[in-house]
Each structure stands twice: as structure tokens, then as C-alpha cells.
């Protein structure tokens, strides 16, 4: 009887080139994602006089230096301009598949690369971008790496890793109405710390994780980093195998029913061992919303903030007095009703088609009481929700309507005001991250429309089930 | 690559938990050409004013601290963007080890790319190295990579662990590309398997 192998095993023995005395992993890169910072990289190359080695495994897109109105202007900050220009020189000239500013088929990597087909079950797939790992929701191994990285993957197709250790989380049960994918996964980052997943490759599984459709899985893999996780995966499914079937770049024919074959096998066996375990009950999950500048101070939508007195570690208690102090926050106050200035719904995290439908569905019933932006994941999602009417759902209760970009997530292109508060679907509220001095609360896309029309933070079951 | 064997040098506490890269080397300079000047990139918005001047309160802008070359954080220390630019900007100040007691994954591993080392000690360890570095400012603490020894302003030696292969590269100052490039006939056997084993990718 061959050792029974974890998912995240089996892919990585199918991409083991050598391993070297010293115990690392020469690893084969089966497809990898470029955005508008692999310049450093291709910059590298080019001193270093080194060729692309296989540019037909590449996607190039940009996503984080994209305007969200008035593209067909171009990109007026010319730093900006400059970056997204190399990008489409740098791919154009080795060969590589890249969807520009104008193409209906750009969008944010993370949405993009599984909507083409571009991300398949049991490949490796590296990307510059630190949310690569959302594609890992297809079943495959996919890795942030930095710049250096990437440009090691340009030059070999390889990487360098010492193999991670592995996790699986188990969500049982079921979830209960208002509660969204990302509120699954801003529970478990809250239940096991930002940095509970360091040095693994954790599964997603049980009967919560298995009934989500291919985009929520999507929403889950993408906050793996928040926890500290090399990466997430989800055992690929018939849910997988109806999503990826007919995409552009997906296998076709008898190639599809090979690949079929090969993915049905990919699963963990019954008997696979993890190096960790972690359970969490699905129907105990609320709508969560952070308080701090950590996706590990999620707390229930019902709950207050915390009181730092209460904190026996002062290291923790520091931390905490820090967050507060920034997030304009006194302990006790209640988080349903804390007024907010902007909303974002948008960001690899929340920018599928689900999540606008869900954000539009309570978009629908008001009018927004603050600046509400709604910023698709790619100009296809975007041409969708167009066609179901979505955009005038939005427009009409208020929201903006914008392009399809990384956007106010990385605080760069587009950004809020100092000392304004934000409900925002991105994956990070770290200080400064969708601008200097801007306070960022997590929340699901139909909690980011309620605190819209609310114009403060709300707990979207009270809002009842529309129709 | 600089090579890394020992160093000696001033070290300054940092005592946030969780310092992510984003406050290493904030959005709006990452695409800023590596080069000279790319000093004022790390920690900015601690280290300078609104309006551009420097911060005097900021613990690395005191007297003592300014030779540092050596940073003793808390947990999580580089968690989240993977930019490497984080590290980039630590290089730039002139920082060549962190102590630690856990890192972000990307962030360790883009060390060791750029000539740092990031050393991993008990969590204990590094809250008594901070509390003498913040007791006795411009104290040093030595850093011997062969031996895998820290020995702190107290002349307490404390063992680290670290990988065979990012020490040997960082001991040699040795270039990724290039070694990997050594492999080139298992590389392209490889790929002639994984080829026709997923031919439905091609």
C-alpha cells in the first residue's frame, strides 16, 4: 500500500525537480502570474542578460496602477503610467500572454487567472502578488513570492522551497443566513491569530467548505496570508470541474477528459496525516467586522471593542492601546452603529460576480448615506454584472460604479482620506493601507452595502431577507 | 550578493508586534528604482513628520540607535505585502540582521535573497534583548552566522537555528539564478516528463 498523501502532497511530489543536500526543494513552477511590480524582476533579466524561459506558461495583467475611471484618457500620474507601460513592453517582447489596460479581459491576477482558465487543479502557480494563494481555491499549490523570486521563476521555471508543513481546517455544520464566506474565514484568522498558520499549506474542508461554490472558496484561499499560511487549498470538486469546463484556456476534449482523470485522484486520501488540525463550527460564525489594524481583531457584529485593561500580556495589551488609539476607538462601544465616512466593496478578496450580486441585493433596498465605491475584479466581471443590471442597481441607490482595478486596496491609484473610516471587503487593515491614515474595517460585500445605506456599521440579518 | 559571516554592531528595539511590510516600506514607494536615496523608504511614516522632517521621538532617530545594523522585533516581524522592497529598504539603512521571535513566510525568505540575515530566538530571549538595548541605548550585539550565535549586550550567547542551503548562499554571497542554472539537465528532463504527464496544460 503506497503512504496515504494530503492534496497539498500530491502536488508537490509531481513538481519535485531534485532536492539538494541541504534539504531544499527544487520545485517546477506550472504557470506563473505576473502584475504591475514584476518590472523589478524583468529589470533583473535584463542586466543580468538572462532570457525568459517559458513565457507560454506566464499571465501578465495589470491591476495595481490602474485607474478606475476615465481608462481610455490613459493613466495620468506618469510613474504609474511608466509601470503598467513596461509591463505590456516587457511581456510583449518575451512572448507572454498579457491583457492590457483596454482588453475586456484585464482585471485584478487573483480574479482574472481563474476566470480564464489560466489556474488549474494540481499545478504549482507562483505570483508576485501576496494573494496568489486565492487561486489555491481551484486545488492547486499556488504561492506569493517576492521579487527576486520572480524573477528566478522568468529565468528557470522554478523555484526554491523547503516544504512547508500542512493544516487542514475543518468548518462543520452549516452557515447561518447573512453570514458570507469571508466572514468563515475572518472568524478562523480570529480564532487561530495572524500568524496561527505560519510554515503550512492549509486544506479547507468539511461540509461548510464543501457546499461553497467555486468564487466563496476563492474569497476563503485568498486570506490565508492574513493568518500567517504559506498558502490555502480546497480538494478540487465537481464544483471545481463545472467552473473551470469551457474557459478560455482550460483543456479541451479528450485533453479535458485527461485532465479529469487526473484531477479526480487529487484529493487527500482518507487516511492522510496533518501536521496540524483545526475545527470551527460552522453555525456559530456571525457577520464579522475588525476593530483594529489586524485581520486577527475580527469580532462578531454584535460584539463591542475590547477593552485593552482586560489583556493580561502587556506586549498584547500595547499592540492593542496602539490599534485603538489609530482607529479612533474607546473600549465598550459598540460595533453595530460606529458611524463610518466611505465604503469599498471591491479587491481580490470581494470582486466576483457573487459578491456584487450579494452587495447589490441590499444595495437595492436604499440609498447610500456615505461615498459608496463599487470597483469590479476584472473588465469581464464587470461586462456580467452590466448585463444583469447590477450597475444600475448601484447607481441608482447611489453607489459609484467604477473600472476594474486593485484600486483603494493597496492605497496607491485610488485611496481615502486621512483619519476616514471605511467599511471596505478588502483582505488587510493594516495602518496606511488604503491610505495614509485611513480606518479600515473588514467586512463581507452585503455588510460593506448595509454600512452603506446605514452610513455606520450594521449587522446585515437585520435588514431580514430581501423579496 | 554581500556575503554575511559576523557582525558586531549597535542594535535598536522595535517592540510592535505584527510589523508588516507595508510599515517597512509604505505603497506609494514601491515603484521607486532601487538606488541612492532609497533610505528614506523604510518605516517612513514612523520616521518622518507630515511634513518631511525627521521625527525626533522615533527610536531610531535618537543619537545612540542611529549606527544600528542589527533590529531586535517582536512577533510576526514583516508580516503581510510581499514586497520585497521591505527588505530592500532595511538594507538601505544599512540593517543586515534581525532577531526575532517569528516572521512573516515571504519576508524571511526575501532576506536571505538580499544579504540578511533573520534570525529566529524564543520569544523571551528577544524581550530581554530589547529591554537591555532600551536600557543601555547603543549597546551591540554580535551576530555569528557560522557558528549560529547571538550573543547579546549582556555577553549571554544564545544559539540559533537556521536552513543549510540560505546559509551557504548567504555565507557565499551566492546569486540564486546561477546555482539553479547548475541543475539545467534535471530541469529540462523534468520538463520533458511533466510535459507529456499534463499535456492537458499545453
Known amino acids: 500500500m503506497p503512504q496515504p498523501r494530503t492534496l497539498f502532497e500530491k502536488i508537490w511530489d509531481d513538481h519535485v525537480i531534485l532536492v539538494n543536500e541541504a534539504g531544499e526543494t527544487l520545485l517546477y513552477v506550472g504557470r506563473a502570474l505576473l502584475h504591475d511590480s514584476a518590472n523589478h524582476a524583468f529589470d533583473q533579466l535584463r542586466q543580468e542578460g538572462r532570457p525568459v524561459r517559458r513565457p507560454g506558461q506566464l499571465l501578465a495583467s495589470p491591476d495595481h496602477y490602474v485607474p478606475t475611471l476615465g481608462r481610455a484618457r490613459g493613466i495620468a500620474n506618469p510613474e504609474y503610467r511608466q509601470q503598467v507601460e513596461a509591463l505590456e513592453a516587457s511581456s510583449r517582447a518575451a512572448g507572454i500572454t498579457h491583457f492590457g489596460l483596454l482588453d475586456p479581459r484585464q482585471g485584478i491576477l487573483q480574479v482574472v487567472a481563474p476566470e480564464q482558465g489560466m489556474s488549474l487543479p494540481g499545478l504549482v502557480i507562483c505570483g ?30 522554478t523555484i526554491w522551497l523547503r516544504k512547508p ?25 480570529a480564532k487561530v491569530s495572524a500568524a496561527g498558520g505560519v510554515g503550512h499549506v492549509v486544506e479547507y474542508a468539511g461540509s461548510v467548505v464543501r457546499a461553497m461554490s467555486m468564487e466563496e472558496r476563492l474569497t476563503v484561499c485568498n486570506m490565508s496570508i492574513e493568518f500567517g499560511a504559506r498558502t490555502g487549498t480546497v480538494a478540487p470538486d465537481e464544483t471545481t470541474f ?29 487516511d492522510a496525516r496533518f501536521d496540524r488540525e483545526v475545527a470551527l463550527e460552522g453555525g456559530e460564525i456571525a457577520p464579522m467586522v475588525t476593530w483594529g489594524t489586524n485581520p486577527e481583531t475580527a469580532v462578531p457584529i454584535t460584539a463591542r471593542v475590547p477593552d485593552p485593561a482586560g489583556e493580561p500580556d502587556p506586549g498584547k495589551r500595547a499592540d492593542m492601546e496602539r490599534a485603538l488609539k489609530y482607529m479612533a476607538l474607546q473600549p465598550g462601544t ?25 452587495a447589490a441585493d ?24 452590466e448585463a444583469e443590471g447590477l450597475d ?17 486596496c493597496t492605497g496607491s491609484i485610488d485611496s481615502i482620506g486621512p483619519g476616514e473610516r471605511c467599511a471596505s471587503t478588502i483582505n488587510r487593515n493594516f495602518e496606511d493601507r488604503m491610505g495614509r491614515g485611513g480606518r479600515v474595517h473588514l467586512v463581507s460585500p452585503a455588510m460593506a452595502a448595509a454600512a452603506a445605506l446605514a452610513g455606520a456599521l450594521t449587522d446585515v440579518r437585520t435588514l431580514g431577507e430581501n423579496r | 550578493m554581500q556575503p554575511f559571516t559576523t557582525l558586531k554592531a549597535v542594535a ?13 516600506s509604505p505603497t506609494r514607494f514601491t515603484r521607486r528604482a532601487r538606488g541612492p536615496g532609497y533610505e528614506i523608504v523604510l518605516l517612513h511614516q514612523w520616521r518622518f513628520r507630515p511634513d518631511g522632517s525627521e521625527n525626533p521621538d522615533f527610536i531610531m532617530n535618537r543619537p ?62 528577544c524581550t530581554d534583548l530589547r529591554g537591555q538595548l532600551h536600557a543601555k541605548p547603543g549597546a551591540e550585539i554580535a551576530v555569528d552566522l557560522p557558528n549560529q550565535a547571538v550573543t547579546g549586550p549582556d555577553g549571554k550567547g544564545h544559539a540559533f537555528e537556521v536552513q543549510a542551503f540560505p546559509k551557504h548562499c548567504l555565507l557565499n554571497g551566492l546569486d540564486d539564478i546561477g546555482i539553479t542554472l547548475q541543475h539545467e539537465q534535471a530541469i529540462a528532463a523534468f520538463e520533458t516528463r511533466y510535459r507529456a504527464a499534463k499535456s492537458w496544460l499545453f
Open chain 1, 392 to 408: 444600475r442597481v448601484f447607481r441608482a441607490a447611489g453607489f459609484e460604479w467604477r473600472e476594474p482595478s486593485c484600486s483603494a
Open chain 2, 64 to 125: 545612540a540607535y542611529r549606527p544600528a545594523q542589527i533590529i531586535v522585533g517582536a512577533r510576526n516581524f514583516g508580516c503581510g505585502s510581499s514586497r520585497e522592497m521591505a527588505v530592500w529598504a532595511l538594507s538601505a539603512c544599512g540593517f543586515r540582521a534581525l532577531i526575532a521571535p517569528s516572521y512573516g513566510d515571504l519576508f524571511y525568505n526575501n532576506c536571505f535573497k538580499n544579504g540578511v540575515l533573520p534570525v529566529v530566538l524564543p520569544e523571551a530571549v
Open chain 1, 128 to 157: 508576485g502578488d501576496s494573494h496568489t494563494g486565492t487561486n489555491g481555491a481551484l486545488g492547486c499549490l499556488a504561492f506569493g513570492i517576492g521579487t527576486s523570486e520572480v524573477a528566478h521563476v522568468l529565468a528557470t521555471q
Open chain 1, 362 to 385: 441590499v444595495a437595492g433596498r436604499g440609498k447610500a448615506r456615505v461615498s459608496a465605491w463599487v470597483v469590479p475584479g476584472s473588465g469581464l466581471v464587470k461586462r456580467q454584472a
Open chain 1, 165 to 189: 508543513k500542512s493544516m487542514r481546517v475543518r468548518v462543520e455544520g452549516r452557515r447561518g443566513f447573512g453570514v458570507a464566506a469571508k466572514d468563515v474565514i475572518l472568524a478562523l484568522i
Open chain 2, 12 to 24: 535598536v528595539p522595535l517592540d510592535e508586534a505584527n510589523l508588516d511590510t507595508n510599515q517597512l
Open chain 1, 334 to 358: 459598540a460595533l453595530a452603529g460606529l458611524p463610518i465616512d466611505r465604503v469599498f466593496i471591491g479587491s481580490c478578496t470581494n470582486s466576483r460576480i457573487e459578491d456584487l450580486r450579494a
Open chain 1, 242 to 270: 463545472r467552473y473551470v469546463e469551457g474557459r478560455p484556456f482550460a483543456p479541451k476534449g479528450a485533453q479535458w477528459e485527461k485532465a479529469l482523470r487526473d484531477w479526480r485522484a487529487l484529493p487527500s486520501d482518507p
